[in-house]
């Protein structure tokens, strides 16, 4: 039976989904072009020009995209989650505040600047609205995750009739996972442009658009994949023996572990059946989950026999988990292999340029698979041990949110179709620039007003 609190979560989740689709690219995004735009200064040469007069275009969709799925995101607090707010209001509310305040009116602000000011404001301050731009995404995800972060690991506070009330906002900021969960996606986002940036010259590249230019944002871009893939692994290793601290149940059900064990086996594949408590088709290596999780072959790792009706829904964790990490594999051989290529070869093999392509929106599919390992791990609770999901969900009937829930995912899926359509779009649209001086026009000191 589909009841409100679980077309509540479909809902959510389907925002979630959505929204971060958006800010995962243009977090990134916004420095790559302050990088063509300080390369361009320096250089003078036609190639970073047109890449900053190519990708500033996609930054400005993506951008507004995520601003209007944010809005619709933070309605559903109220409509859907009307608990979440009466517990622990008093602390999401500022940090949702501050991101507004001190992030998204920077960037909404200098923005107008970076899109339409090229040829109204001096190269310098052109520049400098590039730099502010990207660093409000930043600044705005900083926010965001210090909120999420705190609900997976919550302190700094004390709880007075039913209500959470902060004591410590530095504890708050700071929590346990912050920082590891700051950089996981942080590093997260620049391998999604990374690879986004890759992928959609390799289109251009084999429609013959600026082949010179293309080739240099191929290269750019497997240089920096050969350093964000093995650093990405490293982070989330660090991340999960955070996880392991503080939420256990969490990588219990990441690794499909049922029994609390000293030599845990790690589960490459199985489908776990919560029925019976155990794995169905499993394939594992002995002792190697302890390794990892412990340093140690026979070390302990607590099963989900530990928290009886406390722990997540464990076959959606553990797929999740697989997919994010395949994935993270898959951009660690593509990164290194194209970057030997890419520097041994005059013209770039077309099965390259193919597969590039295929993975323009690969970083996607593992922020996702991540973002529901993060979140679906969570449950039953909203806020860890403060709040449980059950508590927090609006007593609104079935029918209504099945209704806007149809809705939400039709126009969803019209969207994110009509948004890589215009990506591609874009790419065949945006011819090659000849000269310096044909792209200096935008870019090239002019007095304001001229």
Request: proline share 5%; aromatic share 14%; charged share 10%.
């Amino acid at each position: 039976m589909l009841d409100t609190l679980i077309l509540s979560r479909i809902q959510f989740a389907a925002n979630i989904t959505f929204h971060i689709l958006f800010p995962t690219i243009s977090i990134a995004l916004a420095w790559a072009l302050l990088y063509f735009k300080i390369k361009f200064n320096k250089t003078g040469d036609s190639e970073w020009s047109e890449a900053y007069q190519f990708w500033v275009k996609i930054f400005a969709l993506t951008f507004a995209l995520g601003v209007v799925s944010g809005i619709t995101m933070s309605f559903q607090f109220g409509t859907n989650w009307p608990g979440y707010m009466q517990t622990v209001g008093n602390i999401a509310g500022p940090l949702l505040g501050y991101e507004v305040l001190s992030a998204f009116f920077l960037e909404a602000t200098f923005l107008g600047i970076m899109l339409f000011g090229a040829k109204r404001v001096s190269q310098r301050a052109h520049t400098v609205a590039t730099f502010l731009v990207a660093f409000g995404t930043s600044l705005s995800a900083f926010w965001i995750i210090v909120l999420d972060s705190w609900m997976q690991t919550p302190q700094g506070f004390e709880m007075i009739n039913g209500q959470a009330h902060a004591t410590n906002w530095m504890e708050i900021v700071f929590n346990p996972s912050m920082p590891y969960r700051l950089f996981h996606m942080m590093t997260a986002s620049f391998l999604t442009v990374t690879f986004l940036i890759a992928g959609i010259s390799a289109y251009r590249y084999l429609r013959g658009i600026n082949p010179v230019g293309s080739r240099a944002l191929i290269k750019l871009a497997m240089t920096v994949a050969v350093v964000l893939a093995p650093l990405q692994i490293v982070l989330g290793d660090v991340h999960g023996l955070n996880t392991l601290e503080y939420q256990p149940a969490k990588v219990a059900a990441m690794e499909g572990i049922w029994q609390t064990a000293r030599g845990a086996d790690a589960v490459l594949f199985a489908i776990p059946d919560e029925a019976t408590k155990s794995n169905q088709y499993e394939v594992a290596v002995p002792k190697l989950a302890s390794l990892y999780l412990t340093h140690s072959w026979d070390g302990e790792v607590q099963g989900l026999d530990a928290f009886p009706g406390a722990h997540p829904p464990v076959k959606p964790v553990f797929f999740a988990f697989r997919i994010m990490v395949g994935i993270g594999l898959l951009m660690l051989l593509t990164a290194f292999v194209g970057f030997y290529l890419v520097r041994k070869k005059q013209e770039l093999p077309r099965w390259l340029l193919q597969t590039l392509t295929v993975m323009s929106f690969s970083g996607w599919v593992g922020v996702v698979a991540g973002w529901y390992v993060t979140e679906v791990g969570r449950q039953p609770f909203l806020v860890s041990g403060v709040l449980k999901t059950a508590d927090a969900v609006t007593k609104l009937p079935t029918n209504m949110i099945l209704g806007t829930l149809v809705m939400y995912l039709a126009l969803y899926l019209g969207l994110i179709v009509s948004y890589i359509w215009v990506v591609f779009y874009l790419a065949r649209q945006s011819g090659p620039v000849k000269t310096a001086d044909d792209a200096r026009p935008n870019l090239v000191n002019r007095p304001i007003g001229a």
